[in-house]
């Protein structure tokens, strides 16, 4: 059986985690892996994460399984984080998942038992875990213009024309604030004729959302996807708390389904669990309590909120500090997108050819379409990546 097995394409984020780490030199710069990093380089348990991980280990009395769904009360908290009160409760279906891509898996799933027909529209880029499972899956899919390499700002017009192509019950997969992996966001207007479109075209929007609050604040990243969920009759939503939380490695999601009656509801929650059943029946639930338990708690909460502010000043501060080092070196104001766009991630605009360089020279460590972490640097390296940018002629 195995012999018949075949090569299948290698990651390309791992390959270089890889090569990155058999790097000798001393002067490596990782700005590869999407992983939030402090200026020591770590990836921090946060202050109300080892809090609440203490008041589980003493009041825990069971390790028995939770419901199919997962835990009601954390898709309540996780849900009203990310939408407010944008939708009426009895309207959303909510399961539990294994990370945020496990969130994406499922709601794929669900469509093509809804809709097997409807093609899943992606920004172009996006991120790679997106076209893998919809070809896993055997599903339809095709492209719409997002990012302008000219301009590293969104190319909206271009967008707007594409999805004017899309039909009734196709599916648009949207990036949350700071979801896209080229750094540049839609504003709230933008979002609003979005909404528009899809409403008008009867399509179905899927919105990735996995860094809230690493942009301009908690309530500012989700009012996008508020706006679309409360438009629309049917929203799916997959939201991650690897990233706002620190929870990478306890693979802590959830997938929010927007129904447009109480009867939808009911048939959407059932098939969410039915779902959970076939691919890992009962999900993980470490994580999902204690995140239950940080925004159920008000101390917990405001010093988590804390903390995750403090993440979201430094970015930007790093963002600043890199691009006034790039004024400064090339006398110009081309790299001045990098303070606007937010988050973790910038598409800086090298070719292939570009990022290679400041690899093999400088050990710079970023993909090959130039997407960086800026959390990856820190003050001792933005002199280093800004050397590097302007060696390599960008």
Sequence with gaps: MFEHLKDLPADKIIALMAEYRADPRDNKVDLGVGV???????????????????????AETTKTYTALAGDPAFGRALSGLVLGDAVEEDLLA???QPGGTGAIHQALELIQMATPEATVWLSAPTWPNHPSIIRHLGMKMTEYRYFDNETRAVDFAGMM????????????????????????????????????LLETKAAVPLIDIAYQ????????????????????????????????????RERTGLLMAVAPNAKSKALTQATLAHLNRQNFSFPPDHGARLVQMILDDPELRADWAAELEEVRTGML????????????????DRFGFIAEHRGMFSRLGATPEQV???????????????????????????DLLADAIVDAGV
């Design 36 to 58: 939030y990093k402090d200026a020591s380089g770590n990836t921090p348990v946060m202050r109300a994460v080892k809090k609440a991980e203490k008041q589980l280990w003493e």
């Design 94 to 96: 909510l399961a539990a």
């Design 161 to 196: 024309e594409d999805l004017q192509k899309v039909k009734a019950g196709d599916v648009v997969l949207l990036h949350g604030a700071c979801h896209n992996p080229t750094g540049a966001n839609l504003t709230l207007p933008q979002w609003d004729e979005v909404a528009t």
């Design 213 to 248: 609050g690493f942009g301009d604040g908690l309530e500012a990243d989700a009012a996008g996807t508020r706006l679309v969920a409360a438009r629309l009759p049917e929203t799916l939503i997959a939201a991650s708390c690897s990233k706002n939380f620190g929870l990478y």
């Design 317 to 332: 501060g790093l963002r600043t500090r890199l691009a006034d080092a790039l004024r400064a070196r090339t006398g110009s």
């Design 356 to 382: 290679a360089y400041m690899r093999d020279k400088h050990a710079i460590y970023m993909v090959g379409d130039s997407r960086m972490n800026i959390a990856g640097l820190n003050e001792n390296t933005i």
